[in-house]
């Protein structure tokens, strides 16, 4: 095995620290709005020379950590906005991801430092394991990851619709093993401690390995320490071909999926809603004014009429039914009730379902209402924000009562127990389904997945992110919805209160989109695509990341079993 030489624990956590800034300057930022695909391909390198020259388990678990603090902090900063939990939000998610990230740089130390010839792939696969695993569950945030950093480039994520979003991370953590090789092996040498030089050796090669070095090496009129470092820039340049080659057929993939045709099935006319009030802070009337001023332009400015008319999520804050008489004379300049009725088409919005009026026990929902002002379906959400929309172990008295008096959550809403499909009956006749993820539910790849399984012809999310008050959190949303509308080969609608409201085609194309943290209402017309064969990734979901949570397994387990953690004395 070819050692490698150890850097100080101070060396290696300044290498970790530049890591975590240059992968949240890669993601989508107040700088680079839809972040940075050059920074991406080296935001992780530092990370993986720092695991390379750690010199102990403990040193890269604490370099790790580092990293992950500054990666999550830098680029999530806008927790801090979350209403008045921003300790919560912020600080006791950080500190859990540099705990979460110290685990993974356990793995990430053995793959990059152990790994041999194989380092940088190996590197790759445990990175494209621990970005997916902190990305599906409960405490789930598939925010952060290193594939958006290449949101921008068309071709290349079009690769998503294959292998969902890990196989493009895997790919970007690879190039970053591989130029964190040739920096290794290219750069100012460093001594190559503890590596025998070209004679006897220091007793503990075997004969015939030592033997056939030193043949080697005076064949090739080389010192052996130099011929070592030969091959070692080769197995560098060969990493690097074999990304150049992966990337280039990622990159032609993609350029044929986007000039092949897509087999438009129906056309909805819809009217978006973007109110830029946020019923927490606003107050309620307020944001019933916007909405339903917005909403009477736009029908007064296309009186041919509309199909469809969306308000984001929280849009109402009272059942849509339970309060019809509210909602009848409410806001008084035009009220909601008799708005829908007169606008001819179905009304879309966030509306809360209360279940029980006395504990005052909701669900965050979205509502379906027909013409004629009557709600026909609801989805209450399946999968809410853990410890704001949804707080485990609620029951246990002691926690409820921390919750309550230290943190200020009164409680959380009531999750969602199935899917719904919703059901749109066109002005021409056609009858349309689609599902209605909430809010963060579009950055999960396999939610999103089952709504087109389910039958869903399009995805509608209803979003509120106007708290964030930064163009780079509304930005980051919309970046990891946009893998969806890939992945399921379906068109992703987004109506939110400010940002991003959009229209995404089954390629991720943007057909139409509006500014951010503006008040706009907009007619759109929303193209329909369903009834072709299923993508890969539909047929087949999350193979990729099994696969890579496999070999990375597997890899642990080898290693381990060669050369026990315990008794590394060289790592």
């Known amino acids: 095995m070819i050692r490698t030489t150890s850097a100080s624990t101070g060396a290696i956590i300044a290498l970790a620290a ?79 991801y540099a705990l979460l990230y110290a685990l993974a740089g356990l793995y990430l130390r053995l793959a990059a430092r152990d790994g041999g010839r194989l380092a940088p792939l190996a590197f790759a696969l445990v990175w494209t394991s621990w970005e997916h695993l902190k990305s599906i569950g409960f405490l789930g945030y598939p925010w952060g990851l290193i594939a958006y950093s290449w949101n921008s480039v068309l071709p290349f994520i079009q690769l998503s619709a294959v292998t969902g979003v890990p196989g493009l991370s895997f790919l970007i953590a690879y190039a970053n093993g591989a130029l964190g090789n040739l920096v290794e092996f290219l750069g100012p040498p460093p001594p190559l401690a503890g590596l025998p ?8 090669e075997p004969a015939p390995a030592r033997f056939l070095r030193v043949f080697r090496a005076r064949v090739a009129g080389l010192p052996c320490e130099l011929r070592i470092r030969a091959e070692r820039r080769a197995m560098a340049a060969g990493h690097l071909a074999l990304v150049a080659m992966l990337g280039s057929l990622a990159l032609a993939y993609g350029s044929v999926q986007l000039s092949a045709p897509l087999r438009e099935t129906a056309r909805i006319r819809a009217a978006l809603i973007q109110q830029n009030t946020d019923s927490w802070t606003s107050g309620e009337l307020a944001t019933l004014k916007t909405i339903a001023r917005l909403t009477r332009e736009v029908l007064e400015e296309n009186p041919d009429g509309f199909d469809l008319v969306v308000w984001s999520e929280t849009s109402l804050a009272r059942p849509w039914d339970d309060f019809a008489a509210f909602y009848e004379r409410t806001p ?192 759109v017309d929303i193209p329909v695509y369903s009834g072709g064969a299923p993508t890969p990734y539909l047929a087949f979901g999350d193979w990729f990341a099994g696969l890579a949570l496999f070999l990375s397994g597997l890899l642990a387990l080898i290693l381990g079993i060669q050369e026990p953690l315990p008794r590394r004395k060289h790592a």
């Open 18 to 96: 530049f890591g975590g800034a240059l992968s949240a300057l890669a993601l989508p930022n107040e700088l680079f709005l839809y972040g940075s695909p050059a920074i991406g391909l080296i935001a992780l390198v530092p990370l993986y020379l720092a695991m390379r020259r750690s010199r102990s388990y403990g040193a890269a678990a604490l370099a790790a950590a580092v990293f992950g603090m500054l990666a999550h902090g830098l680029s999530s900063y806008w927790l801090w906005f979350f209403k008045d939990f921003r300790f919560w939000t912020l600080g006791t998610t950080t500190l859990a």
């Open 332 to 523: 008084r300049e035009d009220p909601l009730g008799p708005l829908v009725r007169s606008s001819g088409a179905w009304t879309f919005t966030g509306a809360p379902d209360i279940l029980d009026y006395e504990t005052y026990e909701a669900s965050n929902s979205v509502s379906l209402i027909d013409p004629s002002g009557r709600l026909v379906a609801q989805y209450a959400k399946t999968h809410p924000v853990p410890f704001a929309e949804a707080i485990p172990f609620w029951e246990v008295d002691w926690f409820r009562a921390f919750i309550q008096e230290t943190v200020g959550l009164a409680s959380g809403w009531v999750m969602g127990t199935e899917l719904t499909i919703f059901e749109l009956p066109l002005r021409d006749g056609t009858l349309v389904r689609f599902g209605a993820p909430i809010c963060f539910e579009d950055a999960f790849a396999s939610l999103n997945r089952d709504f087109v399984l389910k039958g869903a012809d399009f995805l509608l999310n209803l979003t509120n992110d106007s708290w964030s008050l930064t163009d780079s959190s509304e930005i980051q949303h919309f970046v990891a919805a946009r893998f969806r509308a890939i992945e399921t080969g379906r068109t992703l609608v987004r109506s939110t209160n400010s940002g991003v409201s959009a229209v995404v085609d089954p390629r991720g194309r943007v057909l139409d989109s509006f500014p951010l943290f503006v008040e706009e209402a907009r007619r």
């Open 197 to 204: 030089a070209c004679g006897p050796g220091d007793g503990t």
